[in-house]
């Protein structure tokens, strides 16, 4: 089976940063995708970005030129770094990655249990 752990969320100031950290362990055969979405009370869970096997990338349009998404294959981690942070960047941020496992043909979504991310002043 496969594991998401997430690291990096915390309290910060707007205006401030965060870096989010996601290590899968398991046994991985391939990662084609890995990604961040956010859920903030009361909304439905988004894609905040995400990053494929062939380093492609796509953002949401609220966090285009603050975020950049970025992974480390030998890893099998994924960053986001988010600056310039908002109030309305609070949420629950959840790493999803979709991978191959080691002896199958299939390919499953895994998701980390979240990290909660609060900007407030």
């Known amino acids: 089976q496969v594991q998401l752990v997430e690291s990096g969320g915390g309290l910060v100031q707007p205006g401030g940063s965060l870096r989010l950290s996601c290590a899968a362990s398991?046994?991985?055969?391939?990662?084609?995708?890995m990604g961040w979405y956010r859920q903030a009370p009361g909304k439905q869970r988004e894609l905040v970005a995400d990053?494929?096997?062939?380093?492609?990338?796509n953002y949401v349009d609220s966090v285009k030129g603050r975020f950049s998404i970025s992974r480390d294959n030998a890893k099998n981690t994924v960053y986001l770094q988010m600056n310039s942070l908002k109030p309305e960047d609070t949420a629950v941020y959840y790493c999803?990655?979709?991978?191959?496992?080691?002896?199958?043909?299939?390919?499953?979504?895994?998701w980390g249990q979240g990290t909660q991310v609060t900007v407030s002043s």
């Open positions: 999803n990655a979709l991978i191959s496992l080691i002896g199958t043909m299939s390919l499953n979504d895994y």
């Open positions: 398991g046994s991985i055969l391939k990662i084609y995708r």
């Open positions: 990053i494929f096997s062939g380093d492609s990338t």
